[in-house]
């Protein structure tokens, strides 16, 4: 995980926000933006700008967008909201108000991993033409 964001106590039941965070689950982080603009749901709203915290939080740590992807996304029911309404022969009926919580962790692209790795494996041999390099004992 390198960065992470949470919005908690979202209106709308975690049931309706789930079709929405499967859509772009384990996405690239500009493949799950185009995803959620053509989305027609009402958690994408909520959902996108979460993701935007949280890239906003990776680019803190010196991060680019193109390297990221969501690694995880989860969410989790919250506290219902409890309303009553006026029934028939003088009772009242409860309204559960659902809402919940979102989690995002996004984590480096494989291609970017590798990247990394290809140039930490150039820079010893660098280091050793350099004269850089560990000395033998002779």
């Not at 219902?80 to 480096?108: C, M, N, P, Q, V």
Request: proline letters at 1%; a positive charge; glycine letters at 6%.
């Amino acid at each position: 995980m390198i960065a992470k964001a949470q919005l908690r106590f979202v209106k709308g039941s975690a049931r309706k926000i789930r079709q929405v965070v499967d859509l772009i689950r384990y996405a690239d982080v500009g493949k799950a933006f185009a995803i959620l603009t053509t989305v027609n749901k009402r958690g994408s709203r909520e959902i996108a700008k979460l993701l935007k915290s949280a890239v906003s939080n990776a680019k803190n740590k010196g991060l680019q967008e193109e390297d990221l992807y969501i690694s995880r996304i989860v969410a989790d029911e919250a506290a219902r909201w409890k309303r009553y309404r006026a029934a028939a022969f003088g009772r009242a009926t409860e309204i559960l108000k659902r809402t919940s919580h979102i989690t995002i962790e996004l984590d480096l692209n494989q291609h970017y991993q590798k990247r990394i790795a290809a140039e930490q494996a150039k820079a010893p041999k660098l280091a050793k033409r350099r004269g850089h390099g560990a000395k033998s004992k002779s």
